[in-house]
């Protein structure tokens, strides 16, 4: 098990005593266990604040973080200190050791872990320290370059650092221990009483995370592997085997370009006033389209119209269907369609990280006189609709434009 504690679990020392007391109930049962730790409480944000104000903003980000790692890797001593005091044995690593596991490039305050040799070391260095029985304590969100320079992984590093070490050793699970029960079906700071969900997709995860909310940053995701289960926990139970929620799957590791549906599709326009605000015309669309067996590709709306884009096969009928509701409601008065467009969609957890990749791809495909008939961002995703004659052309185009592999 690989078991990562945020900085709220660990906040004073009774959070820490507790922590190592679960950390210690769950080494009883024979578990092999190698522990990442955040920076307590709010030590990082005290750092920051303490040393921009200190500088005067004139520090390099080298300087900054060495820095920063210290909230880390005091939190690693202090840890391994509480699990000797329960009698378990222990060894707490520093970016000083020569086992030290997590390389990383040269990108200081947000630099990107070499998986390759994180991997290899966390095999070579952290599974003996397991198969001895003892708890690895590895300090999370901090790495060294290959000329052993002290770097951070920005926000999420350490939930990437538990991703890494988990996938090298191929752990069981990823236990998560934070402030609240697991993730929720909604933000307890908007929403009263939201409920625990018991599971979730990595996929939906990362649509929640688009939107704001971070249970887990999207770039730790990045690095789970997809046989690994995560669960989400609340430090409160003070037991790494109480329920929580349930992370399944994983993600590509690039962005990938592709037809998404291998029909041609179409695009029905419905104009007219105040569209939006007749929520029963789109419940009665909506449901027309579902007796006719298809699926939504995707909706565009504004104030005074909205775009459905449909396959655009055996939809004869389904035409008929709808016109018959825009022309029974005073909103709407009239509708278009226009046929065959390909569905192209850009995917990847790696779009967040890829500035302008819209820009880029619209100007690929205005290079070449290609038109745009629809275009979407969902759940660190791109959704293009674009004329079928130019189907291979776009594909290729798009992926030339953010140099990704053809999947």
Known sequence: MVAKFGGSSLADESKVSKA??????EVSKGTKVAVVVSAMGKTTD???NTTEQACKGKISNDDLDDILSMGERTSARIFSAALRAKGVTCRHLDPSDPIWPIITDGSFTNAKPILQDCEKLVREHILPLLEEGAVAVIPGFIGTTEEGRITTMGRGGSDTTAMIVARALQADQVVLVTDVDGI?????????????LKEIDVGALTGLADSGTKFIHKKALKYKDPSIGIKVINYASGDLDSEGTMIRGGLPNNVTVGVEYPSPAMAVTVVGDAVSRSPQILQEVFQKVKDAGLPILGVSMDYNSFILYLPEGGTSGLLEALHSTVINYKETLAMAVRRKLTFIKVKGVGLEETPGIISRLAEALYSEGINIFGLFTIASSVLVFVD???REKAVELIRKSIKVKAR
């Open 20 to 25: 190592a007391e679960a950390v210690a109930k």
């Open 46 to 48: 005290f750092l920051m």
């Open 184 to 196: 929720m079906s909604a933000d307890p700071k908007v929403i009263k009483n939201p409920q625990r």
């Open 388 to 390: 079928s004659e130019h």
